[in-house]
C-alpha cells in the first residue's frame, strides 16, 4: 500500500521560513509528477507547486517566488522551501503523487494526510 507521509510543518510568524517534506513508501515505482497542495480554511484545495520527472516545475500564482519545489535524491520525495511567509498561507498542506500505469497515459494518484502550516501575524 502506498503513504505518502508529509512532514515540517508547525507555528511560524509571519516572515519566516519553513522546510515539508514528503517520502513516499510502498511502492517500488517512481512516480512521475510530485506536488503540494495546500487547503486553507474555508476554501478549496488548490496546487502550490508540482515538479514532474524531468525537471518541470509549476507554481501557483500566489508563490509570487517565495516558495521552491525540488525532488530529493531518494526516490519518491519531495520538499518544499517556503520563505517569506504570509498568514494568507495558512493551510493544511497536502503531498500529491502522480504515476502513469500505461502507455495510453492513464494515471493513479496518491495522497497524504497533510501538514498543518500557520503563520501567525
Known amino acids: 500500500q502506498v503513504q505518502l507521509m508529509e512532514s515540517g510543518g508547525g507555528l511560524v510568524q509571519a516572515g519566516g521560513s519553513l522546510r515539508l517534506s514528503c517520502a513516499a513508501s510502498g511502492t517500488r515505482f517512481s512516480m512521475d509528477t510530485m506536488a503540494w497542495f495546500r487547503q486553507p480554511p474555508g476554501k478549496q484545495r488548490e496546487l502550490v507547486a508540482k515538479?514532474?520527472?524531468?525537471?518541470?516545475?509549476d507554481y501557483g500564482d500566489f508563490v509570487e517566488g517565495r516558495f521552491t519545489i525540488s525532488r530529493g535524491s531518494a526516490r519518491n520525495t519531495v520538499y518544499l522551501q517556503m520563505n517569506s511567509l504570509k498568514p494568507e498561507d495558512t493551510a493544511v498542506y497536502y503531498c500529491h503523487g502522480v504515476r502513469v500505469v500505461n502507455v495510453e497515459g492513464a494515471t493513479v494518484d496518491f495522497w497524504g494526510h497533510g501538514t498543518q502550516v500557520t503563520v501567525s501575524s
Open positions: 515538479v514532474t520527472s524531468g525537471g518541470s516545475i
